[in-house]
């Protein structure tokens, strides 16, 4: 699918203003609607390095929140990197929040559209006279997005923050494998067609939502991006975050990203868990923080990405 990035709405980071930290609304318009984001630009001489914040996945917005969760966890990294001097741009994606009217219709939703809505990004970050370097940040799905676009030209470095380790087919055998055999028997068969790029009809009842014929098509194109093949390409700086007590993401899964990759350099957080939040390993009280919108981030993790990035 084709996209255009038509115009910048509500200003092109207060070109006029040269000190005092700024919000202002940014539109992608494409041709199936408009994405739209929050630059923050930090109380700084400009220009100043900016990093495109990358969304991870299911309906989260560009401040980390959902309906069912308010963390406000990647407003505050925006906060954080701006008193560090670093202008950041994070967006809801298609379909979430203000960018409800850009989604398309499940059928036809690929996984190289969020890629290349992150391209468009990076291309307009990269015109500005205002900025002088882009990074891409990645959480969680939004990893995999960015290790892919950061292939572009206009990307100086690139930040995984619980970046899972394995392509998506593989993800999805290790969670279920502890599954009766009257599951993985009707299960396995039809990830392996999903694999071969082959689309099934006929889905038990018992994994249509997993399997619904109309998320077949995304899934078949998540599965072929395998994060150490994408990563291996990236020639340009490399930072790998992972938290110790993330229940959704494991330390493994930073160490095979970094295997692949091995002069990437990698910062594991004893106790942040998937939302940057100090957190216990116990789930339940893990689970809780997702929902503390007041909860600071984890203090080790802003000064990590801060120094990758002015680092020269």
């Known amino acids: 699918m084709k996209t255009q990035i038509i115009a910048f709405v509500l200003g092109v980071l207060a070109a006029s203003l040269v000190f005092g930290q700024t919000e202002e609304t940014v539109i992608l318009k494409t041709e199936s609607g408009a994405i739209e984001g929050t630059l923050t630009m930090p109380e700084a001489k400009l220009p100043v390095p900016v990093a495109l914040i990358i969304a ?9 929140n959902n309906q069912m969760m308010t963390n406000n966890s990647l407003k505050m990294l925006a906060e954080g990197l701006a008193k560090n001097g670093i202008a950041s741009l994070r967006y809801d994606k298609r379909a979430i929040g203000a960018s409800k009217n850009a989604g398309v219709n499940e059928a036809d939703l690929r996984f190289e559209i969020y890629i290349k809505d992150a391209v468009d990004w990076i291309q307009l970050l990269s015109q500005n006279k205002n900025i002088s370097q882009v990074t891409v940040i990645g959480h969680s799905e939004g990893s995999l997005i960015g290790m892919v676009a950061s292939q572009n030209q206009g990307v100086a ?12 087919d593989k993800i999805l055998r290790e969670q279920l494998k502890t599954q009766p055999s009257a599951v993985l028997d009707q299960f396995n068969p039809i990830l392996d067609e999903l694999v071969k790029g082959n689309t099934v009809e006929n889905v038990p009842q018992m994994l249509f939502s997993l399997f619904r014929p109309s998320v077949q098509p995304y899934m078949i194109s998540w599965i072929k991006y395998d994060p150490q093949i994408e990563i291996a390409k990236l020639n340009k700086p490399i930072l790998i975050v992972q938290g110790t007590t993330d229940i959704q993401v494991s330390v493994e899964d930073a160490k095979q990203i ?22 216990e390993a116990d789930r339940m009280k893990n689970i809780q923080t997702y929902s503390q919108p007041d909860l600071q981030l984890h203090d080790k993790l802003v000064p990590a990405i801060s120094e990758f990035i002015l680092n020269k």
């Open 157 to 168: 470095k690139f930040v995984s923050i619980a970046g899972a380790g394995q392509s998506a």
């Open 258 to 279: 970094q295997s692949a990759k091995p002069e990437a350099k990698m910062v594991i957080i004893e106790g942040m868990n998937h939302i940057f939040k100090n957190a």
């Open 56 to 64: 991870g996945s299911g309906p989260t917005d560009r401040n980390g």
